[in-house]
Structure formats: structure tokens, C-alpha cells
């Protein structure tokens, strides 16, 4: 505790004890420290607390009105040090977070959604957009980054890798032919994701026996959102090669067809993000250790 505080508690312990013995015994401190506290706060008053005999101690009137006001602040000190003991152990408060569009609208707002149910008491603001934010600056105590990692002042917690496949509506396919491999979408009108980071926008890499083809495909169309890829691959418009997760419904439904399955698209690493420090709010706590069981 602080030393001006700690003198404080001492002078409130004097008043109610009734002597400096009295109150170092319940301090478990000796008499003297006890008079050394009461004398440090009388010469930074520049006045006299207590008018002390050898028999008896009496409250000055400046000693009364500031042992209420001591009273009182040492409460606040004490409902303070609560409170903060609280939320570093009981998940409480808003949660501000960071993911890119279609892992945040397609995976990760159903986990917040049973996160929220598990700890009634915390909120999340999640911030749902493509582009790269800066965690501190933006105000934010996580983020879901895709790709590859720049940032070493930032705790990343590795998971599962974003997987990627390639796809095209049936009726696309009926007219244009199925490609049976990477080099065939050279003949194809493949869409492009102009927020893909290059050259992915525009060159394709799938894997099979530990062969790596790399394709320079074409297309008239680019887009940058996520959603109007997907759009734009169930109008029949052309090929896309696009995260597993906003398709696979698509796909389900029959409404896209999968190419090239028995190679493997790339996948890109993902991780979450914190700042490093040792005293992470239980909420953030909570929240990582979900993620890291949910994710990993």
C-alpha cells in the first residue's frame, strides 16, 4: 500500500484502538512504526492530529475532520482494490474484437454466440472487416489474423489453417467443361478476389504427391468482398477459389460443384492475437482458452 495510504489506515487504527500500543498490536507492528506513521501525516499537515499526554490521546479538531475523511477514502481504496480483484478472477465487461469478414460472419459469431451463454456477464464488439487493424491503436484486445504474421509484439496463437478450395456453379461447368487439372484453368474464367493478398489474387497453388502447381489464371471479373464471390460463383460467372467455409453450404445445397478435390489447395495460417501482458483480464482469459478449445 501506499506510504501516505498506509499512515492513513495507522491513524484510523489509533483513533479506534484508543492508543499507539493498542493499535501496533493489531497492526502486528511495533509502537514506534505507529509513531512514526501518526508523525509523517502531522508534518505534511504542517499540523497536530492528536495532542498525546502520557496518560490519554485527544483528537485535534483538524485530527477529528480528518480521520472522517480518512475513513472515508480508505473505504473507496478498499471498494477499489474489490472491484479490481473481481474482474481479473470473474469474466465481466465488453470484449472488443477484430475478424476478417467471412471467418467472422461464417464460424466465428456462432462460437460468440455460446461464449455469451457460457459467461452472462461479458459483452463482445466484434468488428467484422478484411483489412489488416492495428491492435493497439484501434482498441481492440483480440484479433483473428489470416496469412502470414508481421507483427512479433503481439502474443499469436496458432489455429487450424484456412483451408481453400476451388469451386464453380454446375451450369458453368456443363458449358465450359470440368478441369481435371490446375494447368487446364489456364482455359477458364477463374473470379478474382482483389483483397486476396498478391499474388494469390491472381495465382493458384494446388498440391498433389508433394508437387506444387502454381497457375497464373485470368478472368474478367474481380471483386472485393467475400460474399460477392460467392454471388458471382453461384451466377454461373465462373471459377472461384475461396475459403471452405463461406462454400461448403453452397456446395451442400448443390447449388456449387467442387473442382480439382483430389488436389490440394493451399490453406493459410491462422492465428489470434493479443498484446503480451501477464495480467489479462479473466474476460480475455476466458475467451482465449475458448477459442484455443474451439479452433486449435
Known amino acids: 500500500m501506499d506510504l501516505t495510504l498506509s499512515s492513513m489506515q495507522t491513524f484510523v487504527r489509533v483513533v479506534e484502538q484508543g492508543s499507539f500500543a493498542a493499535a501496533a498490536r493489531t497492526l502486528e507492528v511495533s509502537p514506534q512504526m505507529v509513531a512514526k506513521h501518526i508523525a509523517m501525516l ?9 495532542n498525546r499526554t502520557t496518560r490519554k490521546q485527544k483528537l485535534t479538531e483538524l485530527g477529528f475532520a480528518y480521520y472522517e475523511r480518512c475513513q472515508i477514502i480508505l473505504a473507496e481504496v478498499a471498494a477499489a482494490d474489490a472491484l479490481a480483484q473481481e474482474i481479473s478472477t470473474l469474466p465481466q465487461g465488453k470484449l472488443r474484437i477484430s475478424a476478417p469478414v467471412t471467418f467472422g460472419s461464417r464460424r466465428l459469431v456462432p462460437f460468440i454466440s455460446r461464449f455469451l451463454a457460457d459467461y452472462p456477464q461479458v459483452e463482445v464488439d466484434l468488428v467484422l472487416i478484411d483489412r489488416l ?6 482498441g481492440f484486445e483480440a484479433v483473428f489474423r489470416i496469412g502470414p504474421l508481421a507483427d512479433s509484439r503481439r502474443v499469436a496463437r496458432p489455429l487450424k489453417p484456412y483451408r481453400l478450395i476451388a469451386c464453380a456453379a454446375p451450369a458453368y461447368l456443363a ?19 482483389t483483397y486476396g493478398l498478391p499474388p494469390f489474387n491472381r495465382q493458384w497453388q494446388f498440391t498433389r504427391e508433394e508437387k506444387i502447381h502454381v497457375v497464373e489464371v485470368t478472368g474478367r471479373l474481380q471483386v472485393s468482398d467475400s460474399a460477392a464471390l460467392l454471388t458471382a460463383a453461384l451466377c454461373g460467372h465462373g471459377i472461384v477459389l475461396a475459403p471452405e467455409i ?16 483430389n488436389f490440394e489447395a493451399p490453406s493459410r495460417p491462422m492465428h489470434l492475437l493479443f498484446n503480451a501482458d501477464r495480467h489479462k483480464t479473466a474476460k480475455l482469459r476466458a475467451f482465449i482458452d475458448a477459442v484455443v478449445a474451439e479452433f486449435e
Do not use: F, K, M
Request: a negative charge; proline letters at 4%.
Open 42 to 50: 502531522e508534518r505534511r499537515l504542517g499540523a497536530r492530529l492528536l
Open 175 to 193: 458449358r465450359n467443361g470440368v478441369p481435371d487439372t490446375p494447368d487446364e484453368l489456364l482455359n477458364h474464367e477463374c473470379i478474382g478476389y
Open 133 to 138: 487493424v492495428d491492435l493497439v491503436e484501434e
Open 246 to 261: 463461406l462454400l461448403s453450404e453452397a456446395i451442400g445445397a448443390g447449388q456449387l460443384t467442387q473442382i480439382l478435390s
